[in-house]
């Protein structure tokens, strides 16, 4: 049985769908203004010098120093190689003790004017990280006690001698699983970024033939770090 | 149809036979029953018509019946109330029809209240426990999955297989000279130990010694280490493990040696084992 | 009903007396109770969850707590607080080495007896301190002159150290905790541990920390 319609009710109007038509039109002829769905194009990280200090969330670290000098000081290294050491004044923030070895993902790329160091060119050769205490290496970085952290690489025989570095870090976030909430300090990651060549400031044209970069883990570089390297004779 | 029969109007036919499951029976359609008068009082068979009969007021038919009969007993109240019935002709037009609200209002007594509540308290406190009751057998059916372990005891003397190696027990006995330092109590033990590789896949326990332990009969275990192992395994030469283990001297003489195949099997006892009669 | 009569028997009953309106029919005020009892029921649900355990609380040991020199027994192991001592450096004599362990700060050192229950374990303590931080034991001292490398079985106790390295400042208040080594890979779950508090006032902790000596020996291997 059909219902007579209402006297004096008035017929709607089927208005729904050309206001959809018209606010996808807007979104699609705006988001083209602006450039459609490509990336924005990054913001150029906050450049720090020797000496800053960055919060990185799950430590704060101060950079000291970049020193290239053979091994055997801090008991590190052996004397006949030549090493590339950052000395860093790390505060473990978390509330538990880390290991040093957590610097290793806090600094995802570490290039000089020479070459890329960071991430290595060979997976699992990273570089050598101790909490230094005493003048003697050990691993671990207990909750705010700032600690002496070195990381060290190792220099090929024969590489020229970086005159400068250049530092990414990235920041860590107190993530919560969703699945498991799970909580832990989770390393902020981005898109791959582009393969940038060494800075080329200073660098020499030998520089270009090093491997570059490989972006394998790639992080938000929240900030990048540049020292001149100082030299120390053994 | 048998159509031989002139009486057989197709209506009404006695069955041919008994019916059977093969034979199914014609259906057959019912008798004519006694419409009106109503039947007697005993069978209380009311007229299932809907269209109201006007009254007949010519004297030939015999005078009305009560209705109900005064001999039926009273209808239960819990009987259904029949479809309100459309007003009689001639009569519609006096009766308004919000009659029926209170005329079909259903009259099925409900539970009582407290009998009600009671029963919806029990069934959520049933259906919460059953809930728990899955929940935590659910658990612990896992649980027990996942530390399942299978002890194989072994006869005196007798050899058995442990992934691919046969084992056999030299002897178990009390360590001499004791080791000094000993925890005042306890005694120190010596196990001796044979392996034998059966395959390729054997030979690794001279490298990754298998979880030794000690186990008195309630079931308490003792850590038991290799002091003398051989330096290689090879399939079919069988190689000698000496062990050294501490326990109390109340158990120095009851302990069996336990064999797990690795150092995480024998901490957390999951998986195969074997357990040496002394 | 008068005319119905006339005409066919009335079989339904007599109408019931209007003693309670029943179906769709209802007060305002009971729709309103029934409204405010569902949400209330409804409310009361939602809050009941908060009292649920947190993952993390869900996934957290079964701690037994206790004070100095007393005994706790748990389902895998008992433990105690034997001794608590202060330390400027640690010396391991080991079989063919001395190892000198020095600090900045100060060395915490915690004797810690133990007994298993039914299976040799190993066990690995750590220290929280009043604000709750974690510290482990330290890997300045060789740990194998530390109750970690050791086994603890049942029928005996057995006594060992612990070191840990933390700013004096933080001492006060601290507590150890004593739990199994486990492997993390494994994913134990429910182990129990026990939590002694070391019951050091601020004062008790400068006091420990100014006569603190230099070569505190122990040995390892």
Redesign the interface.
């Not at chain 3, 079985?153 to 005996?156: L, R």
């Given at each position: 049985m059909t219902s007579t319609p209402a006297r004096g009710a008035r017929r709607r109007r089927p208005v729904l769908i050309p206001v959809l038509a018209v606010l996808a039109a807007t979104t699609v002829g705006v988001s083209a203004a602006f450039g459609g769905m490509a990336d924005a194009p990054e913001e150029p990280p906050e450049l720090l010098a020797k000496g800053a200090e960055f919060d990185q969330g799950e430590m704060r670290t101060v950079f000291e120093d970049a020193v290239v000098r053979p091994g055997g000081k801090y008991e590190m290294g052996v004397s006949d190689k030549r090493y590339l050491q950052l000395i860093l004044k790390v505060t473990n923030q978390a509330d538990h003790t880390i290991l040093a070895q957590a610097m290793d993902g806090a600094l995802p790329t570490v290039r000089t004017d020479t070459g890329t160091l960071q991430p290595p060119a060979t997976p699992g050769d990273g570089p050598y990280i101790r909490s230094i205490s005493q003048n003697r290496p050990y691993a671990q970085l207990h909750p705010g006690v700032p600690t002496t952290v070195v990381v060290s690489f190792e220099l090929p025989p024969g590489a020229p001698t970086p005159k400068k570095v250049s530092i990414d870090l990235a920041t860590f976030e107190w993530y919560e699983s969703f699945f498991t909430q799970e909580r832990f300090w989770q390393r902020l990651n981005g898109p791959p970024e582009p393969v940038s060549p060494a800075p080329a400031t200073t660098a020499p044209a030998r520089g270009a033939d090093l491997p570059a970069p490989k972006t394998t883990t790639p992080a938000v570089v929240a900030a990048r770090v540049e020292m001149p390297v100082r030299v120390e004779a053994s | 149809m048998n159509a031989q029969d002139p009486r057989d109007t197709g209506v009404w036919r006695p069955p041919a036979a008994e019916p059977s499951w093969f034979t199914p029976a014609p259906r057959l359609p019912r008798p004519d029953v006694r419409v009106w008068p109503p039947p007697a009082p005993e069978e209380d068979q009311r007229s299932t018509s809907t269209v109201p009969m006007p009254a007949v007021t010519n004297g030939s038919v015999p005078p009305r019946l009560p209705w109900p009969p005064p001999g039926t007993p009273p209808r239960p109240a819990a009987a259904p109330a029949p479809a309100a019935a459309p007003p009689p002709f001639g009569a519609g037009r006096a009766e308004p029809p919000a009659a029926p609200a209170t005329r079909s209002a259903p009259e099925r007594r409900g539970m009582p209240t407290a009998a009600r509540i009671t029963l919806q308290l029990f069934g959520a406190v049933a259906l919460s426990a059953a809930l728990l009751a899955v929940t935590g057998y659910d658990a612990l059916s896992r649980f027990e999955k996942d530390n399942a372990h299978d002890v194989r005891q072994v006869a005196q003397g007798q050899e058995a297989t442990l992934l691919n190696t046969r084992w056999r027990l030299l002897g178990v006995k009390v360590m001499s000279p004791q080791p000094e330092n000993m925890a005042p109590g306890t005694v120190s033990m010596q196990v001796d130990l044979e392996g034998t590789a059966l395959n390729e896949k054997g030979v690794y326990y001279s490298i990754a010694p298998p979880g030794f332990r000690l186990g008195d009969g309630t079931g308490r275990t003792w850590m038991a280490l290799a002091f003398k192992q051989p330096d290689q395994l090879s399939p079919g030469t069988p190689g000698r493990f000496s062990l050294v283990s501490s326990v109390p001297k109340a158990v120095a003489g009851e302990v069996e040696l336990v064999l797990w195949p690795n150092e995480n099997a024998a901490a957390r006892e999951i998986g195969q084992a074997l357990r040496f009669d002394r | 009903?008068a005319?119905?009569s006339?005409?066919?028997?009335?079989?339904?009953?007599a109408?019931?007396p209007?003693d309670r309106p029943?179906?769709p029919r209802r007060p305002a005020w009971h729709r309103i109770a029934a409204a405010v009892l569902g949400v209330a029921l409804a409310a009361g649900a939602v809050y009941a969850q908060t009292f649920t355990m947190?993952?993390?609380q869900r996934?957290a040991p079964l701690t037994f707590s206790a004070g100095p020199r007393q005994d706790v027994r748990t389902d895998h192991f008992s433990a105690r607080l034997e001794r608590v001592e202060f330390a400027r450096s640690v010396r391991v004599k080991r079989t063919y080495a001395t190892d000198e362990a020095?600090?900045?700060?100060v060395f915490l050192i915690i004797k810690i007896g133990a007994t298993g229950a039914?299976?040799?374990?190993q066990l690995a303590p750590?220290l929280v301190t009043a604000d709750?931080?974690?510290?482990?034991a330290?890997?300045?001292v060789n740990p194998t002159a530390t109750i970690t490398e050791k086994?603890v079985?049942?029928?005996?106790w057995?006594s060992a150290l612990c070191f840990f390295?933390?700013?004096p400042d933080?001492i006060a208040g601290a507590r150890v905790v004593v739990q199994e080594k486990v492997?993390d890979l494994?994913g134990?779950q429910y182990l129990p541990e026990t939590s002694f508090d070391l019951g050091l006032t601020g004062a008790q902790v400068r006091q420990g920390v100014e006569g603190a000596k230099d070569g505190y020996e122990v040995s390892g291997i």
């Open positions: - | - | 009903m005319l119905s006339d005409l066919v028997p009335d079989t339904s009953p109408p019931a209007a029943r179906g947190s993952a993390d996934r020095t600090t900045d700060q039914r299976r040799p374990l750590f709750g931080l974690r510290f482990n330290t890997d300045k086994w079985q049942p029928g005996w057995r390295e933390v700013p933080k492997n494994a134990d």
